[in-house]
């Protein structure tokens, strides 16, 4: 370790995983680590592994094959009630007979500890939560944000390993969800507890969470920081997920990898092997040339969304494009549904479908790169 550095533990270690259910492949070989006090998300769509992944670190599933660590133990034969994990449902799952105070309280009253510590723990979580005034409600007098902080609350008050999450805010509105973010990132801040949380937002995994497990059929596709898997996704379906993408088939391209010299500049496939993947954000228009590699497209369509102006477009007659442009951008310059324009891509991905590469290319080193009609840069 370098001088002044600070290793941190692994909290969760998930190595090999694998769970079927029949002949359904819901978890194949999934390997991925959590540093302790992290907020790390599991994002994917409906069917990719996340929730079973979560249940079975809980104990409330059991894999085939694989292991699961907790703080340095194996977890892995473990019952639930051995394993130090707080688990919050996507449906609160409040006694409603209870208040507010005893429903925080109850995991500890079912272990025995003393009433008046439990009554002082459930307050304090109370205080956290910001419903210090709601200790003698009942469920059934909360909105459903509420509900979801006691849910929290009650979790936390055996003072867990890990805090695990299972859609947590998938029940609520969307501005309800909007505010509990925010506020799950300033509660996780304040109390420092190592949670993973599921979703299939990839909204909320980007605002609150401080790693994400992309997952898909069952595989770990790609993990690291928010902002570095937007910038650098590993493969098309990473591209495609985390956010509006444009896919344009290629003839040919010769240009340097980021980062890369002449040395590394390379012919890329035909166009039946390759496709360019350029975000609408990442591509400007230009009424014209002035110099700029470009695109030559026509718009189809100008919708104002707020702070951003849509633009669809199409470049040939096959190939539609979205561009995002902010508005301040575009006041003073006149476009209109029709006008032929010229647009300059600022970075975008090559994927080679033979050998499965998907790599970065550096647009203003580029020597030619030519959409599969012929339209080029």
Known sequence: ???GSEEKAVAIEVRGLSKKYGSFQAVD???FEVQAGQLVALLGPSGSGKSTILRTIAGLETADSGSVMLTGEDATDLPVQRRGVGFVFQHYALFRHMTVRDNI???????GVPRAEVRRRADELLDLIQLGGYANRY??????????????????????????LDEPFGALDAKVRDELRTWLRRLHDEVHVTSLFVTHDQREAFEV??????????????????QSLYERPANPFVAGFLGAINVLPLRSLKAGSVGGGPESWMDRPPAEHAEAYVRPHDLDVFASRDGKPYWPATIERITPLGGVVRLDLRIAPDHPLHIEVPRDRTLGVAFNTGDEVYVSPRHLNVYDRVRGTFEPVDVHRAIGLSLENGAGI
């Open 1 to 3: 370790m370098k001088p």
């Open 209 to 226: 969470s401080d790693q994400i497990v992309v997952l898909a059929d069952g595989k770990v596709q790609q993990l690291g920081p928010p």
């Open 29 to 31: 070989d999934v390997s």
């Open 139 to 164: 469920p059934s007098q909360l909105s459903g944000g509420q509900r979801q902080r006691i849910a929290l609350a009650r979790a936390l008050a055996p003072r867990p390993k890990v805090l695990l």
């Open 105 to 111: 309280g109850f995991g500890l009253k079912i272990r």
